[in-house]
């Protein structure tokens, strides 16, 4: 067995030839301010969108955006099975039926799909809509906990410390900001959400280590916290990591290096838009704006992460940024854009079909 983290609370499982993947969220912006950071990388996304749909199974254990990307499920997915909690209302799995297939429900009696056991397990305590979910292999016990770092009840520790009896255990877990505050409270001062944002840390942490005590797993790994508010000056990730330099028990996951799956779609448009323009000006597609400025023959057109994002998943087109201002053009005065102007005002709307069109693959 192999895991491979992705991103956020995204793991890519492979046993034998068959795979299973959690939560994915790869592209999407989130409740309309978030976006992964880290970003996960181009290699892992295409190896994902590769696996044929019969070799795959999918975990979403709940609704959050972070955590289902109903874009990228369905163009990409569709043809999977999926695996999700089962609730008493229907609204989880009606979604789930927009972006695949075949859905089905699982709780703590277990469903087998394929070679792997699933189970749920919903704290009623704290929440109905999220769930903890446990994946059995012959080997090997991934408990995909995504947000439930709080303390759990006790009857579900119980099972899911059974599980773990003669196997490896994996225990993975939320630990990170999951809402927007202090990160979006004005009237609080940086370095008062600094110490906010420490103490919340911290209560995770020892809540998330005493549940992992209590089924004895082999093995914690903190997940589901990679992702940046981008109006936010406070990066919750990056102080984390400072308090996890004092934590033997916690290993946090990354997602593998090498070009990132935004920057990748960015470079492929730019090359195709230069290909087609094949006269001497140069456009270049930026996140943010660069510290470099444009030479004679080039221009620029810069966004933030957020609007690339609605670009790649279809809300919006490239038109945004030469008309609809969502972002700036650095372009040196005496430089004439027309042409290029021109050609992306027509260009966006077919790759906006394109991207939105069923099951094609725009890398």
């Not at 012959?138 to 899911?160: C, G, M, P, R």
Request: net charge negative; proline share 4%; glycine share 4%.
């Amino acid at each position: 067995m192999n895991i491979t983290s992705i991103n956020h609370a995204c793991l890519l499982i492979e046993s034998g030839d068959q795979f299973i993947l959690t939560d994915p969220w790869p592209l999407s912006p989130a409740f309309g301010g978030w976006t992964q950071q880290p970003r996960p990388s181009c290699k892992d996304i295409k190896k994902i969108i590769d696996i044929p749909s019969d070799k795959l199974t999918v975990v979403i254990s709940h609704g959050h955006d972070d955590h289902f990307d109903d874009y990228f499920c369905k163009k990409y997915l569709y043809d999977s099975t999926v695996v999700i909690p089962k609730h008493d209302h229907p609204g989880f799995k009606n979604r789930a039926a927009r972006s695949f297939k075949k859905v089905i429900e699982v709780d703590e009696s277990g469903e087998k799909v394929g070679d792997s056991t699933f189970r749920s397990f919903i704290n009623s305590e704290y929440t109905n809509h999220d769930a903890i979910v446990t994946i059995e292999l012959e080997k090997d016990v991934i408990i995909h906990a995504n947000d439930n770092w709080h303390q759990q009840e006790k009857k579900h520790l119980d099972i899911i410390k059974e599980l773990c009896v003669n196997k490896r255990s994996h225990y993975y877990c939320q630990i990170g900001i999951a809402d927007c505050f202090p990160s979006s409270y004005e009237m609080i001062a940086d370095e008062d959400k600094i110490k906010i944002v420490k103490k919340r840390l911290k209560e995770q942490i020892e809540s998330v280590k005493k549940n992992f005590t209590y089924v004895n797993a082999e093995k914690l790994f903190c997940y589901a916290n990679q992702s940046q508010i981008t109006a936010s000056t406070i990066n919750p990730y990056e102080i984390l990591q400072g308090l996890l330099r004092e934590e033997s028990l916690i290993t946090q996951v990354v997602p593998s290096e090498g070009t990132d799956y935004l920057s990748s779609l960015i470079q492929e448009q730019q090359d195709t838009v230069n290909s087609y323009l094949q006269q001497d000006l140069q456009v270049k597609f930026y996140i943010g704006v660069p510290k470099e400025k444009p030479k004679q023959d080039e221009v620029f057109y810069c966004a933030d992460s957020l609007v690339w994002q609605r670009i790649f998943n279809g809300q919006l087109n490239l038109e945004c940024l030469g008309i609809g201002g969502m972002g700036s053009i650095i372009v040196n005065p005496n430089t004439n854009i027309r042409e290029a102007h021109y050609f992306l005002s027509n260009y966006a709307y077919r790759l906006q079909h394109e991207i939105n069109s069923s099951h094609r693959k725009i890398l």
